[in-house]
C-alpha cells in the first residue's frame, strides 16, 4: 500500500504512513514513486558543477560568477538540482578572492613599511 501524501510505501495491513503519519487508504502506486529519477526529469545544473570544480581549484572569479548563475537556474526550475554545489562554490570563490586581497594587502604594506631596506 502507498501513501497518497508521500509515495511511500507501507506493509498492506498498516492504518498510518511510516514515513510522514498520513492515514492510509487503498491506493495505486504513484506514477512517479515508481519511475527511476532520472525519468522524472530531475537535472543537477552544470553552472553548479562548474562554480563547485572552479571554487575548489581555487579560480575565484569563475567560482563566483558559476556560482551566481548556479543559484540563479536552480531557484527558476525546479526540476534543476545543485543548488547547494553553487553556493558552496560561490563561498570558496569569495573566501579564494579575500585571500587574494589580503595578501595583496600585506604585500603594499610590508613593501611601505620596511622601503629603507631597500
Known sequence: MFCSKCGEKNPANSKFCSKCG???NAVAAPAEASAPRAATGTRTSGMAIAALI???LGISILAIIFGGI???QTGKDPN???KGMAVAGL???I????GVIVWILAAIFWSTSFWWFI
Do not use: T
Open 70 to 72: 548556479g543559484i540563479s
Open 95 to 98: 573566501l579564494g578572492m579575500i
Open 80 to 82: 534543476l538540482k545543485g
Open 91 to 93: 563561498v570558496l570563490g
Open 54 to 56: 572552479m571554487g575548489i
Open 22 to 24: 498520513e492515514p492510509l
